[in-house]
């Protein structure tokens, strides 16, 4: 990556385009206009540009509703077919994408995946949001800046002689102290008509945007009229045609004027679609139109508005309305055209358009109703509940019944999404019950109100208004719509026990996604699918299906439906015995979803309290269980609250807390029975009959057995029952004993049985048994069995300890998926040899059978039965528990502590592998966002100090972390330290310098002015 970074005037593009011309490679020019902040426009103006050297990149297709991340990765994959030849690709101007969450997303993506044969170059006045730590250490980036692109006084001289002007040592003094060796300045000083007149040596305070504009002033006056004019004019429209200067500028001879332009060298430039002026010479010419042609500049605008409009180029016409003062016909396009823009995900334009007409209080409430849709989409629930306010005004006022109810319904959607669904029901239902409303409308309104019934618990009334809607779906061919409601209607069919139609809703799901190419739709689709495969007892498809879930999750930039997929993923690990994986997987899914969704983040607090207690971890279970309950109750999840309850009771059972347990378990069955939730009724009677076993009550066991199997006759129902079975030994040795009792499930509990990764149920007793290991990988490696350290010699060669940590790390795993990350470039026999060496080397230094081989699966596993403590796995949960607290709460700064003791250096330091360089970035960015909230919570209870230790630590291990040092100058401000504050800001902005060509960015400059004032 080439990154050219400096102001406006140093002639970073003409430097690129000068290059590229004297290069033998291809070049793609793609210059980022200001729609591009909009992803659709931004991806289609890149396949465009890069088609012209590789043309089948034009038949690139891109489903609507794609995210950034996906986009961009579907475009590299594309080039990675074509590595035949060097080429580069030139994105000019990328300041259009900054604060554009999509567009810096696509741009990262970018960066990251792009082949070895294209060679990114990236031009701006400011630096993008890419990871420059990561590109500077691996010497992958060239940065240009400022003081690079300045001339110097040698140069300068070169320059004058060149253009025929002889200078004065006076001149040659002005122009090196004022221009400072600035390109653009420079230029206009040395024009041949151009002597610096005595009037410039007045002007010592001047900055170089103003002096620019003085020296343009004096070399335009010595144009010819004609030219001028011309000038002045054209400068409106950029970029700017011979055919809109005749027609709509009335400019004649446009021809000969351009031509002339272009002899003159005056700051204008080729670009696709016509000709544009630099926009330092662009600004002055149109500050002096205005100053000398107010009256007519004002008509243009409306004509260049008018034409624009009329060739159906509204984003601009638009902008030309806006300019000439006519705000409503501008506010007439954003209401024509927000609806459209927002289907085609043209976000960013739509929010422009509210904050200009906002500045002349003319936003249309369909404008304040799309934006509202918008925030709903972003999670921004109080700016979108504020729109909604303004779009309500606003229909009421034009008396629009249709939009009126449509933003009840907006409301309702919200209201369901924040776990108020009681409060969407109702609003819903006053739609529901208007009348007039449009058939559309009205079938969204039996959806709202279905899922507002499903969130409450109660599904059969659910799939009432969710069948009553179908139908009005698929007669509108609303395809998006429809899997949304299939996939309500799914979870719906599931809690009443209505299997066959749930697979059938899935089924179509899927296959409506796939058409979509929609990854995130894809993904939670395939995380249902993967469930049903798990309830039905197919683990091996299960796993299968949640990781191409997570194949398709991790295109996407929206991370809800990884945290879907991770939860499940971690309950079929959980339920096969696989529990530390289990836990590492649950508190991934915990750090993603945070406090957002407080449905999914109680079912994975109920998750994680059953796999504490089945490790006879009951406190901690019974905690866990207790923020559940708590958290469900907040919210109105009904079908939640029991089930934390029923995770509650179960955890206190295992502790050997009895007392009225039976009782509330029968409770509980029946508040399930209720709900038609059949499985976790069948899972309460199950636990009733643990209870009845520990009270020595053979008869109640069995009483309470039989109601839990006559429950659960359809296998989709049966999983929960049977993995309290098979995780229950007393309960398990209890039921061989009476077979019959289970003998309908007895099928499901063997192949369950056959599935776990524990040696009680598939594997011989080891030899020399291991019973624990615990592994250090921060800063040193260090291995210890049972209390023994394993020395390095044990192992015989590295390789050996690598595969130990590979198969720790990475979970069990293929020869074939160990060969080639091991042995990529050696032969068939080579790669045999190396491995069953290598292998045999393991068990040497670990025992016999510390690793084991699943003939099914035909992978090798490190042996399910040994305990294995990691610091690494310490280190990721405690980060992920203290990532969802505010960093005033005590226990914030204590889970953070313990996790920073932990790390003590980086990441398996001795080993140099592919495999291992993701998850060594990983935990090293966790490690200083950790130092840095540490920071955050001295902050907040105002220990300047230690915040400044903490800081300071991030910066000497990363200083491209811009924010820690406002983090850090705001610190000495508090100490009234300005001194500090200043060194701080310098050093910052001497790195920047050095080694981006670079300066900090407008938000540091800021604060650093608002703190030393």
Not at 6 to 21: D, H, N, R, S
Not at 205 to 228: D, K, Q, V
Not at 367 to 389: D, G, H, K, V
Not at 413 to 430: M, S, T, V
Request: charged share 20%.
């Amino acid at each position: 990556i080439t990154l050219i970074s400096a102001p406006p005037g140093y002639g970073k593009t003409t430097l690129i385009k000068q290059f590229v011309e004297q290069s033998s490679y291809p070049v793609a020019w793609h210059t980022v206009e200001s729609r591009e902040r909009d992803l659709p426009n931004l991806h289609t103006h890149s396949i465009q540009a890069l088609s012209e050297i590789i043309p089948e990149i034009g038949a690139l297709w891109s489903a609507p509703r794609m995210s950034a991340r996906e986009l961009a990765a579907d475009l590299t994959a594309c080039l990675h077919k074509y590595e035949t030849q060097d080429y580069f690709y030139v994105l000019d101007d990328i300041d259009e994408l900054i604060d554009s969450a999509s567009g810096e997303s696509w741009l990262r993506t970018l960066t990251e995946t792009l082949p070895t044969n294209c060679h990114l170059m990236l031009i701006g006045r400011t630096l993008p949001m890419i990871p420059f730590g990561k590109l500077v250490s691996r010497r992958e980036i060239l940065a240009i800046g400022q003081e690079q692109l300045r001339f110097s006084p040698d140069e300068i001289e070169v320059l004058a002689q060149q253009t025929g002007i002889t200078l004065s040592s006076q001149q040659h003094d002005w122009i090196e102290t004022h221009l400072g060796g600035w390109p653009a300045g420079l230029i206009l000083a040395l024009q041949p008509n151009s002597d610096v007149p005595e009037a410039f040596l007045a002007e010592s305070e001047t900055g170089a945007e103003a002096l620019f504009a003085i020296l343009a002033e004096h070399m335009l006056a010595h144009l010819p009229p004609n030219l001028y004019s011309f000038l002045l004019i054209s400068s409106l429209v950029s970029p700017f045609t011979p055919e809109i200067c005749q027609q709509v500028l009335g400019l004649p001879n446009a021809d000969a004027q351009i031509r002339e332009l272009l002899n003159h060298n005056l700051f204008v430039s080729r670009v696709k679609g016509g000709l544009v002026y630099h926009p330092l010479f662009r600004n002055v010419l149109q500050q002096r139109l205005l100053q000398k042609y107010p009256d007519h500049t004002h008509k243009l605008r409306v004509k260049l508005a008018l034409w624009f409009k009329d060739h159906q180029q509204y984003d601009a016409a638009f902008d030309y309305f806006l300019a000439a003062e006519s705000v409503q016909d501008a506010a007439s396009i954003a209401d024509l055209l927000t609806q459209t823009h927002f289907s085609e995900g043209k976000f960013e334009t739509v929010l422009y358009w509210r904050d200009q007409l906002a500045l002349y209080q003319a936003v249309p409430p369909r404008l304040n109703f799309t934006c509202a849709m918008i925030y709903s989409e972003r999670y921004e629930y109080e700016r979108a509940q504020q729109e909604l306010a303004s779009a309500e005004q606003g229909f009421l006022a034009r008396r629009d019944r249709t939009r009126l109810w449509q933003v009840k319904l907006q409301q309702a959607f919200i209201l369901n999404r924040q776990g108020h669904p009681k409060d969407a029901i109702l609003l819903a239902e006053q739609v529901h019950q208007a009348d007039g409303v449009p058939t559309n409308l009205h079938s969204y309104a039996k959806v709202l109100i279905g899922a507002g019934h499903l969130n409450s618990g109660h599904a059969s009334k659910a799939l009432n208004y969710f069948e009553a809607a179908l139908p009005t779906h698929r007669e509108i061919n609303d395809t998006y719509g429809t899997s949304q409601l299939l996939q309500y209607m799914e979870m719906a069919y599931l809690r009443c026990s209505r299997f066959a139609e749930a697979f059938a809703c899935l089924q179509e799901i899927v296959a409506i996604r796939r058409s979509l190419g929609n990854a995130t739709g894809l993904a939670t689709a395939l995380n249902d699918l993967g469930y049903h495969y798990h309830q039905l007892g197919d683990y091996s498809q299960s796993r299968n299906t949640f990781e191409e879930g997570l194949q398709w999750a991790n295109r996407a930039t929206e991370r809800r439906s990884e945290s879907y997929l991770l939860w499940s993923l971690g309950d079929l690990d959980r339920d096969c015995g696989a529990f530390q994986t289990a836990l590492r997987t649950y508190n991934q899914a915990l750090n993603i979803v945070g406090q957002d969704e407080p449905s999914l983040r109680c079912s994975l607090l109920i998750s994680l309290s059953t796999l504490q207690r089945w490790q006879k971890h009951f406190d901690e279970s019974e905690a866990l269980a207790s923020e559940a309950y708590q958290l469900a109750r907040q919210h109105h999840l009904i079908l939640e609250k029991y089930k934390a309850a029923l995770s509650l009771c179960a955890a206190r059972i295992a502790n050997g807390n009895l007392k009225r347990s039976q009782s509330t378990l029968r409770m509980i069955a029946d508040l399930f029975t209720r709900q038609r939730a059949d499985a976790d009724a069948a899972q309460a009677y199950g636990l009733m009959a643990i209870v009845a076993l520990r009270e020595q009550d053979n008869a109640a066991a069995e009483m309470t057995m039989k109601q839990a199997v006559s429950l659960v006759q359809h296998p989709f129902s049966q999983h929960q029952l049977i993995t309290e079975i098979v995780h229950h030994p007393k309960l398990r040795k209890w039921i061989g004993e009476y077979a019959r009792l289970v003998q309908p499930l007895q099928q499901a509990v063997d192949e369950l049985v056959l599935a776990q990764v524990d040696n009680d149920f598939v594997q011989e007793p080891l030899s020399g048994p291991i019973y624990q290991l615990r592994v250090y990988t921060f800063g040193r490696e260090h291995v210890e069995r049972d209390g023994v350290t394993i020395e390095t010699s044990a192992w015989s060669a590295a390789r050996a300890r690598e595969l130990f940590f590979y198969l720790l790390l990475n979970g069990p795993s293929t020869r074939l998926q160990i060969s080639l990350d091991f042995w990529p470039e050696l032969s068939t026999e080579a790669v045999k040899s190396n491995f069953h060496t290598t292998l045999f080397r393991v068990r040497q230094a670990l025992g016999e059978q510390s690793i084991t081989f699943d003939d099914a699966e035909e992978r090798y596993s490190l042996h399910p039965s040994i305990n294995v403590w990691s610091d690494a796995t310490e280190f990721e949960s405690f980060i992920a528990r203290a990532s969802n607290l505010p960093v005033r709460a005590a226990h914030t700064e204590d889970l953070l502590s313990h996790a920073v003791d932990l790390y003590q250096g980086e990441f398996l330091p001795d080993f140099d592998a592919k495999w291992l360089n993701v998850r060594r970035e990983t935990l090293s960015n966790r490690y200083l966002e950790a130092l840095t909230r540490l920071g955050q919570c001295a902050e907040a209870r105002l220990d300047w100090n230690i915040a400044i230790q903490q800081f300071e630590k991030v910066l000497e291990i990363d200083p491209y972390r811009e924010p820690v040092y406002r983090y850090l100058m705001n610190c000495y401000a508090q100490q009234g330290n300005r001194k500090k504050v200043l060194q701080t800001y310098q050093s910052l902005e001497a790195l920047f310098l050095k080694e981006l060509a670079a300066e900090p960015s407008l938000e540091t400059r800021k604060l650093l002015r608002s703190l030393i004032r």
